[in-house]
């Protein structure tokens, strides 16, 4: 085999690699799309959430304070 017809194989398995990571990078995107949320979707959930933990949190420590107090 020569040097031109070895470059030649490479240049045509190089052309293949590339198509297959755009096919690749294409079926990606198109997964992101419908599978993931996107964050202006998931901020309302996100607030609520922390509103719900933070009232929890208050809840108990307040009760830790309560029982603090009361014992003295």
Sequence with gaps: MNEDTQQDINIALMQTDIQYIKKTLDELKDNLK?????????????????????LVLTGVGGAIIGLVLTVR
């Design 34 to 54: 419908e599978s993931y949320v996107q964050r202006n979707e998931f901020d309302p959930i996100k607030r609520v959430v922390y509103g719900m933990v933070a």
